[in-house]
């Protein structure tokens, strides 16, 4: 597999149901799949090892609290969450759409920039749009 190929295949078919693997360029995931939610790039209670040994394949981010913190410039620094975590397996990270209504009364909605968000740590402004949204996945 190239470094830039994905691919999914369905492995068994059961009516509306199916089972399958997910292959990524840092590993293959089988679905359905659990995913331990390490929100600010940690999987809360638990060592990157301890997971390793349970056979989790992928853990998932979230892209609102990331960008908060750690932040994206010290992930940056780590070369992305992969390195900050100490997890070089697959991580999914969501768009951060979510906290639209999660922490609806820290946020505001322009339809021509984004939500506007007040921080709920220290009360900074910042906007997340869809293309930012990507833009700091990228980075992730």
């Known amino acids: 597999m190239t470094s830039k190929e994905f691919?999914?295949?369905i492995l068994a078919k059961h009516e509306k149901s199916?089972?399958?693997?997910l292959n990524t360029p840092r590993g293959s995931i089988d679905t359905p799949a659990f995913m331990p939610v390490?929100?600010?790039g940690t999987v809360k209670g638990v060592f990157t090892d301890d997971i390793i040994?349970?056979?989790?394949?992928?853990?998932?981010?979230?892209?609102?609290h990331?960008?908060?913190?750690?932040?994206?410039?010290?992930?940056?620094?780590f070369n992305g969450l992969h390195d900050y975590m100490?997890?070089?397996?697959?991580?999914?990270?969501?768009?951060?759409?979510?906290?639209?209504?999660s922490l609806s009364k820290f946020n505001k909605i322009d339809?021509?920039?984004?939500?506007?968000?007040?921080?709920?740590?220290d009360g900074k402004k910042f906007i997340l749009s869809p293309e930012?949204?990507?833009?700091?996945?990228?980075n992730i």
């Open 7 to 9: 691919s999914f295949e």
């Open 18 to 21: 199916r089972v399958g693997i």
């Open 38 to 40: 390490g929100t600010l």
């Open 53 to 64: 040994k349970s056979n989790t394949q992928i853990i998932l981010g979230n892209t609102y």
């Open 66 to 77: 990331l960008m908060i913190r750690p932040g994206i410039e010290i992930l940056k620094n």
């Open 86 to 101: 100490n997890w070089q397996k697959p991580i999914l990270t969501d768009s951060g759409g979510f906290q639209i209504m």
């Open 111 to 121: 339809i021509n920039i984004g939500a506007i968000f007040k921080s709920h740590l």
């Open 132 to 138: 930012k949204s990507i833009k700091i996945q990228k």
